[in-house]
């Protein structure tokens, strides 16, 4: 990846992961993945891109056909590392008779949690997730929601320092994804790190720190998440009028036309103040500026092979730039 990041402070430093599967699937083509410590980190791509991939690998579900590096320190797949890792699988699946307190027990004891400290932080979790008051109740009784809510308590059973959640928001209501986004806030302010797979672009704009996106088992873009989303900033001027003797001069300053808008890659007042000379001069009535900036939604679809929606988001502010002249 990128020099963004501290060699002393990485949480997850993966490098060279290759996967090909018994059938010639090429998963995971040599990619590199370094993740900071006390950040929350999204993992992005297609479907196919390889993403549950890369997380089972680092959990070491699956065996990688190549892959060195480390985790919390530790190289990939080292005990005593794996301890400190919390872990949320997508679509899982929880032994129906048990009851919520008792599965977060039963998981517990699996990774070593003294019986103390499992008494201790089972309650506490239920009441951080909103399931207090199902704590005595059967898991076949729980919807999709809670049990979503209670494999991440699970998760966080043995005081995780690395937290890798996949897909985690699957089946939460709206609030519930809210109550998620402010817990992984949380587990970011206490100093952990959260690593998340999921498709759902829109949550993850809201949460992370920085992105990786990969298509076709490789790294497509990659960095913090704002200099993703500020990099390509632009105004639409929609319009009224004859542009077809426009283009030529409009393609010198780099905008172009598309219908009945102006498209100008730039926020530089300027530039845009130039373009809007150009339409005035022609006679060409100005509607509407709107001075946008890429979502994550655009830079996914254009990091892996798609154009960007033509479609803006809702104006940040909609006026005229330069009064007459």
Not at 51 to 62: E, Q
Request: aromatic share 4%; glycine share 10%.
């Amino acid at each position: 990846m990128t020099g963004e990041l501290n060699p002393n402070s990485v949480a997850v430093d993966l490098k060279d992961v290759a996967k090909t599967y018994a059938n010639g699937v090429k998963a995971l083509d040599g990619i590199d993945v370094r993740v900071g410590a006390g950040e929350i980190f999204g993992l992005l791509g297609p479907n196919g891109a390889g993403k549950s991939t890369l997380v089972k690998i680092m959990m070491t579900v699956i065996r990688a056909d190549r892959v060195s590096g480390t985790v919390l320190g530790r190289p990939v797949g080292n005990r005593e590392a794996k301890r400190r890792i919390g872990y949320l699988p997508e679509a899982h699946r929880f032994p129906a008779y048990l009851k919520g307190r008792q599965l977060l027990d039963y998981y517990a004891a699996l990774a070593g949690v003294s019986r103390s400290e499992r008494r201790e932080r089972a309650p506490k979790l239920l009441e951080r997730l909103g399931m207090a008051q199902w704590a005595n109740t059967r898991i076949d009784k729980y919807s999709k929601g809670m049990l979503q809510r209670l494999g991440i308590a699970q998760a966080l059973m043995n005081d995780p320092q690395l937290i890798v959640l996949d897909e985690p928001t699957d089946g939460l209501d709206p609030m519930g994804r809210r109550d998620v986004r402010l817990l992984l806030q949380e587990l970011r302010d206490e100093g952990r790190t959260v690593f998340i797979n999921s498709h759902l672009l829109g949550e993850l704009e809201l949460v992370c720190d920085r992105v990786v996106i990969i298509s076709a088992g490789r790294v497509v873009r990659e960095g913090r998440l704002e200099s993703l989303m500020n990099a390509s900033p632009e105004y639409a001027i929609v319009v009224r009028g004859d542009l077809s003797k426009l283009a030529e001069p409009l393609n010198r300053l780099h905008a172009t036309i598309q219908v009945d808008r102006i498209i100008v890659p730039s926020l530089d007042i300027d530039v845009v103040n130039q373009v809007v000379d150009l339409l005035r001069t022609a006679g060409v009535a100005i509607v509407s500026m709107t001075p946008r900036k890429v979502s994550l939604e655009d830079v996914f679809v254009e990091a892996t092979g798609g154009h960007l929606p033509q479609t803006a988001k809702p104006p940040l502010t909609a006026r005229v730039v330069g009064g007459p002249r």
